[in-house]
């Protein structure tokens, strides 16, 4: 079993729909959760930060971290087809330890 | 916001050479630098850990005389891939963290390599 599970996708939505990104991990250790959006044959890009559980929003993109039930979120509101993207969540238990990734979800926006 | 600048965006070289690729912070000290290759269409994996001054330590599986990694420095790290062979044909992407609160990790852009 990995440590942190996503759908590979491909996630297809209409634009200006709502979309919800999910991954659930095993490792109860991890304090500190990201996600990261990356266009192909680019680096990944930080979108969102959270340490622990709750909510986080940054404009059209809303994170959130339940850890009693070890399943993370990312939604985004309004989606566009710029939005098109393979998005990863990423996780790590703190100090200058090592990422452990998902798969990455390819979300594909069409106009 | 913290950035790590990475050289070149992509590489072709022969088979049996050696390409070297260059990650630098440029707005913070990066003591400790995550090396990673991808596949197409796969996540990241991380091949290796640099701390500047001492030595790397590398992932199960992954050939530390074939990826040299130095960190000489709090701004730069290198990774070398010796005797490059069409196998090591991938996207090599590093990343390092600001520690400057909440920031999390920054990534390079990411260099493809291409070995003919």
């Known amino acids: 079993q990995k440590e942190v599970e996503q759908d590979p996708g491909p996630l297809s939505v209409p634009e200006g729909a709502i979309v919800s990104l999910n991954c659930t991990y095993s490792?109860?250790?991890?304090?500190?959760f990201m996600w990261y959006r990356q266009y192909s044959r680019k680096g990944p890009e930080l979108l969102m930060y959270?340490?622990?559980?709750g909510n986080k929003e940054d404009g059209r993109f809303t994170a959130q971290v339940d850890k009693s039930s070890k399943y993370i979120s990312l939604f985004i509101r309004d989606s566009q087809p710029s939005d098109s993207a393979t998005y990863l969540c990423?996780?790590?238990?703190?100090?200058?330890?090592?990422?452990?990734f998902g798969t990455g979800t390819r979300l594909l926006v069409s106009p | 916001g913290a950035v790590v600048s990475q050289h070149p965006s992509w590489v072709i070289c022969k088979s049996g050479t050696s390409v070297k690729i260059e990650c630098r912070s440029l707005?913070?000290?990066?003591?400790?630098m995550f090396w990673y290759r991808q596949f197409p269409k796969q996540s990241l994996m991380l091949m290796a850990t640099?701390?500047?001054?001492?030595?790397?330590?590398?992932e199960q599986g992954v050939e530390k005389d074939k990826f040299l990694i130095n960190h000489a420095s709090l701004t730069l790290s290198t990774l070398t891939v010796t005797s490059a062979h069409p196998e090591d044909s991938s996207f090599y992407i590093c990343s390092s963290e600001p520690g400057q609160g909440a920031m999390g990790y920054t990534f390079g852009s990411g260099t493809r390599l291409t070995v003919v």
């Open positions: 959270t340490y622990s559980s």
């Open positions: 490792n109860s250790a991890f304090q500190y």
């Open positions: 707005d913070f000290q990066a003591t400790t």
């Open positions: 640099s701390n500047e001054g001492s030595k790397a330590t590398y």
């Open positions: 990423a996780m790590f238990t703190g100090g200058f330890q090592k990422l452990v």
